[in-house]
Structures are given as C-alpha cells and as structure tokens.
C-alpha cells in the first residue's frame, strides 16, 4: 500500500517551541516538498529536496528548517522564529523522470501554536 | 503577485449540471498545468493534467482547455455529483526545470453542488 504518510494529524504546541512534522513516502520518489496552506489559500512552497542530503528554500522558508537523510523521509521543524506558524502543513513527493510532474501529497497537518 | 489565480472563489451549482472552474496565469514560460481536488481536511489529489503543446484534454467526466493565447485553464466537469464538492486548484510548472522546484499554486475555487 504505497503512499505518503503524515502524521500526527492534529498538533498543538505553546508559542517559542520548536516542533517537528513527520513526512514519509514509500512511493521511491526522488523529490519532497513542503507546503504551508493557510484557511482559504492556496498552496505555498516551504522547502523541497530533489536528492538526499540536498535541499533548497522554497518562497516562505523563513523560520522553517528541513533536513533529507533518507529518500524516504523529510521532516519538517518549525521554529519559534516562525510568526505564524498556525497552518495546515502539507508534504508532497515527485519522480522526477517521465512525462508527469504530477505531486502527490499527503493527508497534512493542521499545526496550532497558542 | 500570484502567478496563477482564479476568477470565482466560490462556484455553486445544480447536481447533473456541468461545472466550469477557471484559471489565470500570467507566466508565458509555463509548460505544464495540473488541477488538484481538495477535501475539507485532506490533502490535494491530482485530477488531471495538461502540457502547453494541448489545448484539450479529456479525462472521467472531467475536460482541461487551455487558451495560451490568453494565458487562461479551465476545468469542466460534467454531470456533478454530491462528491464533487471541494475546493479546486490549478497549478503550475513555472518554468522549464522538469517541476522539481514545486509548483505554483493558485488559491482555488470552491465548488459546492446544491441537491
């Protein structure tokens, strides 16, 4: 049953703590990224890694940091540098070969930070 | 500014009637666009895709048009169902780079099927 699995689902954190989502993929994709979502947007860029142990800042990377040891896994911390870090966070992965640049996402993380 | 948008946040609708879902964008460049379907609460999931050398292309009950000539996605959707309610999303690949720099995302159109 192959996929992308994020979790936990709901997460609540008190201001100035760092915390850590989980992504994982077992889909053997080359490429994760991270996405913020906010109630009523669309989706905004994080981080996005296309090899292991190499990653690149995406448009809102401020406050976030990610780290890709494995193919298969691509945590996100959120920082307590980030202002608003109340969000729906989203992961994706993609092959990177074919004739699809299609992303597949996970089911998210609803973040609130009180 | 955003890249991509769309024209009507909110679309409501008959069931059995068509939908229509527009998209703008504004990059030139762009060579690939994809519509997502997205569930309150989940994530994204691919509807169908198009490169910009179509300017059709038909899937299950759903039809992607492109108009590169100004610059404008649509998203038909035939016989809509009680399953079709979701907020919709059109994206992009903003240049040539193969998509591995992510997409760029509009920020969608909810669309809601009255009984």
């Known amino acids: 049953d192959g996929g992308i699995t994020q979790s936990p689902k709901y997460l609540f954190r008190k201001e100035g703590q760092n915390v850590t989502l989980s992504c994982e993929q077992n889909?053997?994709?080359?490429?994760m990224y991270w996405y913020r979502q906010d109630p009523g947007q669309g989706l905004r860029l994080i981080y996005y890694s296309q090899i292991v142990n190499d990653f690149q800042k995406g448009d809102i990377a401020e406050g976030y940091s990610v780290s890709r040891e494995k193919k298969e896994s691509f945590p996100l911390t959120v920082t307590s540098a980030q202002k608003n870090p109340t969000a729906f966070y989203l992961c994706?992965?993609?092959?990177?070969?074919?004739?699809?640049?299609?992303?597949?996402f996970g089911p998210g993380t609803r973040l609130t930070v009180t | 500014g955003e890249s991509v948008g769309l024209h009507l946040p909110t679309l409501s609708v008959q069931e059995g009637d068509n939908s229509i879902i527009n998209c703008a964008y504004s990059n030139s460049a762009s060579d690939y666009f994809i519509w997502y379907k997205q569930e309150s609460g989940k994530g994204p999931q691919f509807i169908i895709d198009?490169?910009?050398?179509?300017d059709k292309r038909q899937g299950q009950r759903v039809t992607v048009l492109l108009n590169k000539t100004v610059k404008h996605l649509s998203l038909q959707i035939a016989a809509t169902q009680p399953g079709d309610s979701a907020v919709y999303f059109c994206?992009?690949?903003?240049?040539?780079?193969?998509?591995?720099?992510?997409?760029?995302f509009g920020k969608g159109t909810h669309l809601i099927i009255q009984p």
């Open positions: 994706a992965s993609s092959i990177l070969a074919g004739a699809t640049y299609e992303q597949y």
């Open positions: 198009i490169r910009s050398n179509m």
């Open positions: 889909l053997n994709h080359d490429a």
């Open positions: 994206a992009e690949i903003p240049d040539s780079g193969g998509g591995a720099d992510g997409l760029t």
